[in-house]
């Protein structure tokens, strides 16, 4: 459908389609910024409500960076202090399970233990560049979007991302 | 290896040369081992269309709630909504009171402003970025009101009229004036009747056509207004010897953008004035006297010192 014609996101066929359109990656990120799965998608499903009661006031256009505002101000809120303990799925190691070596996924499976321990400790932004990049598969300049920064700081969070990571499961 | 260079790997940006060289060093395979496993992550699982009914169900609860007409997403039976109304009749007679002693707030988005009538038909004008908040209850008894940010009032006659800050308060008698505190700015401008400010337990009586400034704990010296309202009424913002710093906090809020600098003195005084409508201008309003270059790339402004390349 075509919603730039329209000046605001008080039709439901506009409201539906941006949430349809948006919800998920603004789920995914902020899940992947504070690891929580239940309270992502609350402040999701709030800052959503928020955007239909202030309908008049924002543009198709700025509804995904009004929601994700929202959504992280939330979340920022309720629960500053608490620690990140994310699980991740990681189903693609047991798809390969006929080719490989018990010894080998063994190794992997450890590997993959010290990988999701290193992405625990790392940095909120820098953990959600990354993984939005890696699992979600987003552009730089989509999570820059998102984010409100300029994609050479995204590509910095990358790239001290990346550096952690290593630095953390090499034991430096 | 040039910035970032793990960033661009990824993104297929090295060239051969940097490629080849960046696969000569002994981290390389510790990379490449965790962009291995990194792909075979899943993200927590997401139905949009479970989330969508999910949240309609929350509208429609809301909705039954303030009763906004023309917002309605109607799902529910006429059933349940029969036990709704009942429920709601219950909580208008309890919550009847209770929302009569809750303050008033009235805040403003960046790049927005708005006009607030008070119960004595005092008129309040806010900046962008700003919060004012007050008891309508207690107003008859005491007109106080909180404020965070930035306000023009226009105080009816009557009793005390006084606007706490977090860094000072001003008193009034029936007037126009002006007040803004930022961090650590803090400046008031009466433009009609008299005014009193006491900022670090010092008073201060302002005349109509005066200002009082503080920046950091400081007092500092400045002439009165030039106008009979403040700038930002007429969508600019003019400031006469201000560190550069909070010029272009005012520019991030009134253009909602993010400003970054490099290598720029912040506490550079600046004077002058910018439109609040036109970025373009104000762009160059602020960067021309202050021998400064910028860049403009959508929702982000970088101000560079004109030396530096």
Same mark, same amino acid.
């Given at each position: 459908?075509?919603?730039?014609?329209?000046?605001?996101?008080?039709?439901?066929?506009?409201?539906?389609?941006?949430?349809?359109?948006?919800?998920?990656?603004?789920?995914?990120?902020?899940?992947?910024?504070?690891?929580?799965?239940?309270?992502?998608?609350?402040?999701?499903?709030?800052?959503?409500?928020?955007?239909?009661?202030?309908?008049?006031?924002?543009?198709?256009?700025?509804?995904?960076?009004?929601?994700?505002?929202?959504?992280?101000?939330?979340?920022?809120?309720?629960?500053?202090?608490?620690?990140?303990?994310?699980?991740?799925? $990681?189903?693609?190691?047991?798809?390969?399970?006929?080719?490989?070596?018990?010894?080998?996924?063994?190794?992997?499976?450890?590997?993959?233990?010290?990988?999701?321990?290193?992405?625990?400790?790392?940095?909120?932004?820098?953990?959600?560049?990354?993984?939005? $990049?890696?699992?979600? !598969?987003?552009?730089?300049?989509?999570?820059?979007?998102?984010?409100?920064?300029?994609?050479?700081?995204?590509?910095?969070?990358?790239?001290?991302?990346?550096?952690?990571?290593?630095?953390?499961?090499? !034991?430096? | 290896?040039?910035?970032?260079?793990?960033?661009?790997?990824?993104?297929?940006?090295?060239?051969?040369?940097?490629?080849?060289?960046?696969?000569?060093?002994?981290?390389?395979?510790?990379?490449?081992?965790?962009?291995?496993?990194?792909?075979?992550?899943?993200?927590?699982?997401?139905?949009?269309?479970?989330?969508?009914?999910?949240?309609?169900?929350?509208?429609?609860?809301?909705?039954?709630?303030?009763?906004?007409?023309?917002?309605?997403?109607?799902?529910?039976?006429?059933?349940?909504?029969?036990?709704?109304?009942?429920? /709601?009749?219950?909580? /208008?007679?309890?919550?009847?009171?209770?929302?009569?002693?809750?303050?008033?707030?009235?805040?403003?988005?960046?790049?927005?402003?708005?006009?607030?009538?008070?119960?004595?038909?005092?008129?309040? /004008?806010?900046?962008?970025?700003?919060?004012?908040?007050?008891?309508?209850?207690?107003?008859?008894?005491?007109?106080?009101?909180?404020?965070?940010?930035?306000?023009?009032?226009?105080?009816?006659?009557?009793?005390?009229?006084?606007?706490?800050?977090?860094?000072?308060?001003?008193?009034?008698?029936?007037?126009?004036?002006?007040?803004?505190?930022?961090?650590?700015?803090?400046?008031?401008?009466?433009?009609?009747?008299?005014?009193?400010?006491?900022?670090?337990?010092?008073?201060?009586?302002?005349?109509?056509?005066?200002?009082?400034?503080?920046?950091?704990?400081?007092?500092?010296?400045?002439?009165?207004?030039?106008?009979?309202?403040?700038?930002?009424?007429?969508?600019?913002?003019?400031?006469?010897?201000?560190?550069?710093?909070?010029?272009?906090?005012?520019?991030?809020?009134?253009?909602?953008?993010?400003?970054?600098?490099?290598?720029?003195?912040?506490?550079?005084?600046?004077?002058?004035?910018?439109?609040?409508?036109?970025?373009?201008?104000?762009?160059?309003? /602020?960067?021309?006297?202050?021998?400064?270059?910028?860049?403009?790339?959508?929702?982000?402004?970088?101000?560079?010192?004109?030396?530096?390349?």
């Amino acid at each position: 459908m075509n919603i730039e014609n329209h000046d605001n996101v008080c039709q439901e066929e506009v409201f539906s389609f941006l949430f349809n359109a948006h919800s998920k990656a603004i789920f995914r990120s902020i899940f992947y910024k504070y690891g929580n799965e239940e309270k992502a998608y609350d402040v999701v499903q709030e800052a959503f409500v928020k955007l239909w009661e202030h309908c008049t006031k924002v543009t198709p256009e700025k509804a995904k960076s009004y929601v994700y505002t929202i959504a992280n101000n939330n979340y920022l809120n309720v629960l500053k202090a608490e620690k990140v303990r994310m699980k991740y799925n $990681n189903s693609g190691l047991e798809k390969d399970r006929t080719q490989e070596s018990p010894e080998y996924l063994l190794e992997e499976k450890e590997f993959q233990q010290k990988l999701d321990n290193a992405l625990n400790n790392l940095p909120e932004n820098q953990r959600q560049t990354f993984l939005m $990049n890696r699992v979600e !598969g987003k552009k730089y300049a989509e999570i820059a979007d998102l984010e409100g920064v300029s994609v050479k700081a995204i590509e910095k969070r990358m790239h001290l991302a990346l550096k952690t990571l290593r630095e953390t499961i090499d !034991g430096i | 290896m040039k910035e970032n260079y793990l960033a661009k790997w990824l993104n297929n940006e090295l060239s051969e040369a940097e490629l080849a060289a960046f696969k000569e060093t002994a981290e390389y395979a510790s990379y490449q081992r965790i962009i291995e496993a990194s792909a075979r992550m899943e993200g927590p699982a997401y139905d949009p269309a479970a989330a969508y009914n999910d949240l309609k169900a929350k509208l429609t609860d809301r909705n039954s709630e303030n009763k906004k007409a023309g917002k309605v997403i109607q799902m529910r039976p006429l059933r349940k909504l029969m036990a709704i109304a009942a429920a /709601i009749v219950l909580m /208008i007679a309890v919550s009847f009171w209770f929302v009569n002693s809750q303050d008033e707030t009235v805040s403003t988005l960046y790049a927005q402003s708005t006009t607030h009538t008070l119960p004595d038909a005092s008129e309040i /004008i806010l900046n962008a970025g700003s919060e004012i908040t007050y008891s309508k209850k207690k107003w008859n008894k005491e007109r106080v009101v909180s404020l965070e940010g930035e306000a023009f009032f226009k105080v009816a006659k009557g009793e005390k009229f006084s606007v706490d800050t977090d860094l000072g308060e001003v008193w009034v008698l029936g007037t126009q004036f002006n007040v803004e505190q930022r961090g650590d700015y803090f400046e008031v401008t009466c433009y009609e009747g008299l005014v009193r400010v006491n900022f670090a337990r010092v008073e201060k009586e302002l005349p109509a056509g005066s200002s009082f400034l503080a920046i950091n704990g400081k007092v500092i010296p400045v002439e009165g207004p030039n106008a009979d309202v403040p700038s930002w009424l007429n969508q600019e913002s003019s400031f006469k010897s201000i560190p550069l710093k909070y010029v272009l906090e005012e520019f991030e809020r009134q253009f909602d953008i993010e400003v970054e600098t490099r290598g720029v003195d912040l506490n550079q005084l600046f004077t002058g004035t910018f439109s609040n409508t036109n970025k373009e201008l104000a762009l160059q309003s /602020i960067s021309s006297p202050s021998r400064l270059t910028y860049d403009l790339d959508g929702e982000n402004v970088i101000f560079y010192a004109e030396e530096t390349p």
